[in-house]
C-alpha cells in the first residue's frame, strides 16, 4: 500500500511529518480539515505502548488455556472419581464453547464502548474462574461440573481476543497492520509453548503441596497454575488502567476519533469511513479461517492415535514424542510469524494466503498411506477384550490429555499397535514415521501463515469501520472450528481410516483454495476499494 505513516525510524530523526497540535489546527483553518496530520511522537509512543499491552493481553489468553491442559485430567479424576474421559472432553471443549460465546458479545460492547472496558471485565472473569478452579475441591460433590463452569469461565473471559484484535486493526496503519497482527499471533502462539512450560515447572510443588486451611486452599501442582495465570491476570488489569489509551488512525497514519473516544487524544473524525463492507469479502474470510483452524485442530488431536497406531508406541511415547513435536512446530510457527511481516511487503497478503493454503494441502496429502506395509496389529483385543483400545472419546481430547490415562487393574502390559476392531487397520497400508514428520513441517509452516494472513485481510477489508462484533464473529468462527474439528476426525478415523480422514481433508482445503480464486479480486483494503489509495501488495 502507498501510505504516509510515522514509524520508529521517522520518530528517532524528528522528521517533519510529525505535526504538533498547534500546528494540525492551523492546516485545518487554511484547508478546512486536518487531514495532513500524521500524528505526534508523544501520540505515536502512546498508540504503540498501548498495542504493546494489546500483545500481553493476546499472551495471557492463551496462556490460560494451555497451562492446566497437562493436568486437566489428573486433577479431574482426584477430586471427582466419578467423571470419566467422556467428561473430560467436555471439559477441553469448554474453553472454545465459552470463547466462541463471548467473543460477539464483547466485540459489540467495543464498538459502542472505550475498550478499557471489555478488556477489563474480561479479563476480571478469567481471574475469578482461576480462583474457581484452584477451589473446586472444596465442595462435597458435584465437583466435576464447578471444574467444568471454570473452565468455560476461563474461555468467555478469551472473548477478549476479539477486543484485542479490533483495537489493533484501528490503531494501526495499513502499512504497520501485518506486522501488528503477526506479533499478535506470534504472542498467542508464545503463549501457547510457554503455558505447559509453566505447568512443568509447578509440578515441583507435589500433589499434594501446602494447604492453608483458613482460607481453604490448597496450594499443589494442580491449583499453582491457575492461581500465577490469575496473578498475571491482575498485573495485566493495572497495566490496562495505567498505560493503555484508545487510539484510532486511518488507512494512511492520520489520527482520527470514534465512537471510543475518551478525550485522551485529539483528531477528527474519520470521514474516510463513507462506504459498504464488502459483505462476501467477510464471508469468504470466516469461511477460509474456520477452515485453516478446522485443519489444525484435527491435525493436533489426530497426533496421538495416529502414532500409536501406526508406530506401535504406548500411550507414554506418544505424549512424550508428540509433545516433542508440537513445542518444535510452536516455535517453528513463532519464526514464521516474524519472517511473514517481510514477505508481505514483497508479495502481498492474498498471495501468501494462497501459498499457505497450499502447504497445508501438500501436508495433508503426505499423509495419505502409500505403499502395501501394514501397520502392527493389535490381536490381543480378539483374546481379551477387556483389554482397552483408544476410543473415539478419547481421540476427541488433545495429544496431552492421555498423558494420565491409566490401564485397568487386570491388565499389566498395555496393548500397542492398531487394534483390529478397527477393520480398516487389516487393508491400510501404514503411513511410514517420515512421511508423519514432513507432514508435521509443512502444516507447521502452513497453518502460521494462513492465521496471521486471514487477520491482516480481515482487518484491511474492514477498513474504519468499527471491527468489534465482526472480529467477534471471526474468533467464534475458529472456536466452532476447534470444536468440530475434533469430533470430526475422531469420527472419520475410527470408523474409516486414514485414507479417508486425510482425504476428506485434502478435499475441504481445495475447496477453500478455489473459494480464494474466486473472491481473490474482492480481497483487498476498504481505502483500495473506494480508491483512496492506491493498490500495490494488498
Known amino acids: 500500500m502507498a501510505a504516509a505513516v510515522s514509524g520508529p ?118 481471574v475469578a474462574a482461576n480462583c474457581l478452579y484452584a477451589y473446586v475441591h472444596v465442595p462435597h460433590s458435584h465437583n466435576k461440573y464447578y471444574m467444568l463452569t471454570a473452565r468455560a469461565l476461563v474461555g468467555f473471559g478469551a472473548g477478549n481476543v476479539a477486543v484485542v484484535r479490533s483495537y489493533i486493526a484501528g490503531a494501526t496503519s495499513l502499512m504497520e497492520r501485518t506486522s501488528a497482527m503477526a506479533n499478535t499471533s506470534a504472542c498467542q502462539a508464545v503463549g501457547f509453548i510457554l ?8 509440578t515441583l510443588i507435589g500433589e499434594e503441596g501446602i494447604t492453608w486451611k483458613l482460607v481453604h486452599l490448597q496450594l499443589n501442582m494442580y491449583t499453582a497454575p491457575v492461581l500465577f495465570g ?19 488512525v486511518d488507512d494512511m497514519g492520520r489520527q482520527c476519533k470514534s465512537i471510543n473516544f475518551e478525550g ?30 478446522f485443519v489444525f485442530a484435527v491435525f493436533e488431536t489426530i497426533a496421538t492415535p495416529l502414532t500409536m497406531d501406526m508406530y506401535s508406541w504406548t500411550r507414554k511415547e506418544a505424549v512424550f514424542y508428540n509433545g516433542i513435536i508440537l513445542s518444535v512446530i510452536g516455535i517453528e510457527s513463532v519464526i514464521v510469524f516474524m519472517v511473514v511481516k517481510m514477505l508481505s511487503k514483497r508479495t502481498g497478503e492474498r498471495a501468501i494466503l494462497h501459498g ?82 514432513s507432514s508435521d513441517i509443512l502444516i507447521g509452516l502452513g497453518y502460521p501463515v494462513c492465521n496471521v494472513m486471514s487477520y491482516t485481510l480481515y482487518s484491511k477489508i474492514l477498513g474504519p469501520k468499527p471491527q468489534g462484533v465482526y472480529m467477534g464473529w471471526l474468533t467464534a468462527s475458529g472456536s466452532g472450528a476447534r470444536i468440530l474439528g475434533p469430533v470430526f476426525v475422531s469420527q472419520i478415523y475410527t470408523h474409516l481410516g486414514p485414507r479417508w480422514a486425510f482425504s476428506l481433508i485434502c478435499g475441504v482445503v481445495v475447496v477453500s483454495l478455489l473459494l480464494l480464486e474466486i473472491v ?9 476499494r473506494y480508491g483512496r489509495m492506491q493498490e500495490e501488495n494488498c
Open 9 to 126: 525510524e521517522e520518530a528517532a530523526e524528528g522528521q517533519e511529518p510529525l505535526l504538533s497540535p498547534g500546528d494540525a489546527e492551523e492546516e485545518e483553518e487554511e484547508e478546512g480539515e486536518s487531514r495532513d496530520v500524521v500524528e505526534t511522537q508523544e501520540h505515536y509512543k502512546s498508540r504503540w505502548r498501548s498495542i504493546w499491552i494489546m500483545y500481553l493481553t493476546m499472551f495471557l489468553s492463551s496462556v490460560g488455556f494451555s497451562i492446566v491442559i497437562m493436568s486437566v485430567w489428573p486433577y479431574l479424576q482426584k477430586i471427582d472419581p466419578t467423571a470419566d474421559a467422556s467428561f473430560l472432553g467436555w471439559i477441553i471443549a469448554s474453553y472454545s464453547i465459552g470463547q466462541m460465546v463471548a467473543s460477539p458479545l464483547f466485540g459489540l460492547w467495543s464498538n459502542y464502548r472505550p475498550r478499557r472496558e471489555p478488556l477489563v471485565v474480561s479479563t476480571a472473569i478469567s
Open 195 to 202: 503455558g505447559p512450560v509453566f505447568q512443568t515447572c509447578f
Open 230 to 248: 490469575a496473578l498475571l491476570g491482575v498485573i495485566n488489569i493495572i497495566l490496562i488502567f495505567a498505560i493503555f489509551r484508545e487510539h484510532r
Open 264 to 293: 485522551e487524544e485529539s483528531g477528527v473524525l474519520n470521514q474516510d469511513a463513507e462506504g459498504n463492507i464488502d459483505h462476501i469479502a467477510v464471508v469468504a474470510i470466516n469461511f477460509l479461517f474456520f477452515v485453516i483452524l
Open 356 to 437: 499457505g493454503l497450499l502447504i497445508v494441502l501438500v501436508g495433508f496429502f503426505i499423509l495419505l498411506p502409500w505403499g502395501k506395509k501394514l501397520p502392527n496389529i493389535q490381536w490381543q483385543e480378539i483374546k481379551n477384550n477387556s483389554i482397552p483400545r483408544t476410543t473415539s472419546i478419547e481421540m476427541l481430547m488433545p495429544f496431552w490429555g492421555l498423558e494420565a490415562m491409566q490401564l485397568p487393574s487386570n491388565c499389566t502390559v498395555e496393548p500397542v499397535g492398531c487394534p483390529v476392531t478397527q477393520s480398516w487397520c487389516l487393508n491400510t497400508p501404514m503411513i511410514y514415521l517420515a512421511q508423519y514428520i
Open 520 to 528: 481473490y479480486k474482492r480481497l483487498i483494503a476498504f481505502s483500495v
